[in-house]
């Protein structure tokens, strides 16, 4: 399953779905539709934390959306 998934600069803080900590105003990140609960959520990724996820998921044979 492929998800939208967009690069964006923070105008507020964020909490990564990644890792947990924060993405701070005018740092880039990755805000992307992830399932959850039964339906689909957007999240607030760091660049290099989406980045690690994609790369897990294709060793997995998961498809991950990329940031545009």
């Known amino acids: 399953m492929i998800l939208e998934s967009m690069q964006h600069t923070a105008r507020l803080d964020h909490r990564c779905a ?27 990724f760091h660049s290099k934390c989406y980045a690690g996820l994609a790369a897990n998921a294709s060793k997995t044979k998961t ?6």
């Open 63 to 68: 498809e991950i959306p990329r940031g545009k």
């Open 18 to 44: 990644g890792c947990g900590r924060t993405v701070h105003t005018g740092e880039r990140y990755v805000r992307a539709q992830v399932p959850g609960g039964g339906r689909l959520a957007k999240r607030a």
